[in-house]
């Protein structure tokens, strides 16, 4: 089993910064693909970025290239996104994953305009 706590959530000005962090509990850290994905009210889950265990290949869904960032310390069994140039529809609860099998429970980003 694998636990996940996100952090780093918060109220934010548009055009801010914040960088959320996803901790890691469990079985072996680095053998899993990690991601983060969020999910704004009333809407349906949506992928955000993904990262490979080596941290050498990473993924972002297009409207987000740019701005964020993805990265990962296997040694801190941490992963994290850091997110720039913030917009008001970035508002949403922001999980992470690990192979899209184990959740965290959320942290909730607000962007206001």
């Known amino acids: 089993q694998v636990q996940l706590v996100e952090s780093g959530g918060g109220l934010v000005q548009a055009g801010g910064s914040l960088r959320l962090s996803c901790a890691a509990s469990?079985?072996?850290?680095?053998?899993?693909?990690l991601g983060w994905f969020r999910q704004a009210p009333g809407k349906e889950r949506e992928f955000v970025a993904a990262?490979?265990?080596?941290?050498?290949?990473?993924s972002y869904v297009d409207s987000m290239k740019g701005r964020f960032t993805i990265s990962r310390d296997n040694a801190k069994n941490t992963m994290y996104l850091q997110m720039n140039s913030l917009k008001p529809e970035d508002t949403a609860v922001y999980f992470c994953?690990?192979?899209?099998?184990?959740w965290g429970q959320g942290t909730q980003v607000t962007v206001s305009s």
């Open positions: 994953t690990a192979d899209s099998v184990h």
């Open positions: 990262i490979a265990w080596s941290g050498g290949w990473t």
């Open positions: 469990g079985r072996t850290f680095s053998a899993f693909r």
